[in-house]
């Protein structure tokens, strides 16, 4: 069981540089909690992620709240998401005050400009991983088939990404359960 510190720090970590958003603190959280803390597992991490996409809000605060509370129970929950929202509120405050002084200043509008190819970086990363675990459970022809699919859906149609995911994981619940053919003993 983590501790209370290892959650807020973890949290806070995100929350002081996840520049860009919830979408580009997604790799953030990942690392603090797969990777740096083992607190969850790809599979678990993948599932907490999946969840959240289909709920309304932000998914930084979702993934913090819900990662905190299997973590730390009621009181890392609310710990987390703190730690995750703390920055971001000074730090937009801040922001928002030295932008409108300085707002029309070239080293002002760099600024949010130099993030980006940071966070497209990071977003890669992260679907690189994501595609090589599909594909490793799903294989390539069907990762890119559904990949095709959703992309289809979500960017040719319009259809919100969190129906996508939601048909995918009630798809998931509704298909029957392979069995493994029993094994023929030798007696």
Known sequence: MASQRQLFLAFLRVGLFGFGGGPSMIPLVHQEVVKRHAWLDDDAFADVLAIGNTLPGPIATKMAGYIGYRVGGALGAVNAVIAVIAPVVVAMIA???LYARHGDQRWVQGMGQGVVPVVMVMMAKLTLDFFNKA?????????????????????????????????????????????????????
């Open 95 to 97: 922001l928002l005050g």
């Open 135 to 187: 594909r490793a459970g799903l294989g390539w022809l069907l990762t890119v088939i559904m990949g095709a699919v959703a992309g289809g859906l979500i960017y040719g149609l319009g259809v919100h990404p969190g129906l996508v995911i939601g048909a995918l994981l009630v798809a998931a619940l509704l298909r029957p359960e392979r069995h493994a053919p029993a094994k023929e003993t030798g007696s």
